[in-house]
């Protein structure tokens, strides 16, 4: 149930964005114990000149995901390696391109739908 940002270089096909996001939802299903069914995702498309990422020029990805505070460090470490390999072969970034943040945020930050904080029954 993250909200997962992801910044690519504009341009790039359908086929590579969806393969960088279904991608990261597996890493967070898989090391982050999120159920299969909380896909949350933004994919901006950049300009070269608009992604910056130091000196990197080649293909690059930055990821951005919020949560709710309390996934343990070994966890997250876990999806940053996952996701890193899992680009490498498909659709084929080098690791050293792949940019990732987690921010954590408390249950009362959440609103699903209906402007009711679903986390925090009254």
């Known amino acids: ?43 901006h498309e950049c300009a070269h000149q608009d992604l910056e990422f130091q000196s990197r020029d080649q293909d690059r990805v930055m990821m951005h995901l919020v949560m709710r505070s309390g996934k343990p460090d070994q966890a997250k470490k876990a999806f940053y390696a996952r996701v890193v390999e899992a680009l490498g072969r498909n659709p084929g970034i080098a690791p050293g391109n792949v940019l990732i943040t987690i921010s954590e945020n408390h249950d009362i930050d959440w609103s699903f739908e209906d402007g009711i904080a679903q986390f925090c029954p009254d």
Not at 2 to 12: D, H
Not at 13 to 34: C, G, H, M
């Open 1 to 43: 149930m993250p909200f997962v940002t992801i910044n690519v270089l504009k341009g790039k096909s359908d086929a590579y964005r969806k393969a960088i996001a279904d991608e990261v939802n597996a890493a967070v299903i898989e090391t982050l114990d999120f159920p299969a069914d909380d896909r949350y995702q933004v994919i």
